[in-house]
């Protein structure tokens, strides 16, 4: 059973940055594809920044390209989403979540393995 623990939300003002971490354990990370979604208050679930098992394709939502990076470390277990240039609009609680067919696409019915989010909050 795949287990996610995401990292590195917190308070930051416009413009500023953060990078969140996600750890993979329960399975092979290698062969999942990986992805970060965000849940804005009173919004459904959006799709952010999605990357391939081997790490040579990603995808972007278009709101947040140009500013934001997904990257896995597969030695690590763990896939980062930095975040630059950040908005107001950005803030919300990031999940981590798990493809098992490896695409890392926006897909959401190929994800079966979600972290517990963490909060991300744009303020000045």
């Known amino acids: 059973q795949v287990q996610l623990v995401e990292s590195g939300g917190g308070l930051v003002q416009p413009g500023g940055s953060l990078r969140l971490s996600c750890a993979f354990s329960?399975?092979?990370?290698?062969?999942?594809?990986m992805a970060w979604f965000r849940r804005a208050p009173g919004k459904g679930r959006e799709f952010v920044a999605g990357?391939?098992?081997?790490?040579?394709?990603?995808n972007y939502a278009d709101s947040v390209k140009g500013r934001f990076t997904i990257s896995r470390d597969n030695a690590k277990n763990t896939v980062y989403l930095q975040m630059n240039s950040l908005e107001l609009e950005d803030t919300a609680v990031y999940y981590c979540?798990?493809?098992?067919?490896?695409?890392?696409?926006?897909?959401?019915?190929?994800?079966?393995?979600w972290g517990q989010g963490t909060q991300v909050t744009v303020s000045s």
């Open positions: 979540a798990a493809d098992k067919y490896g695409f890392g696409d926006d897909r959401l019915h190929e994800y079966d393995s």
């Open positions: 329960g399975r092979t990370f290698s062969t999942y594809g």
């Open positions: 990357v391939k098992w081997s790490g040579q394709s990603t």
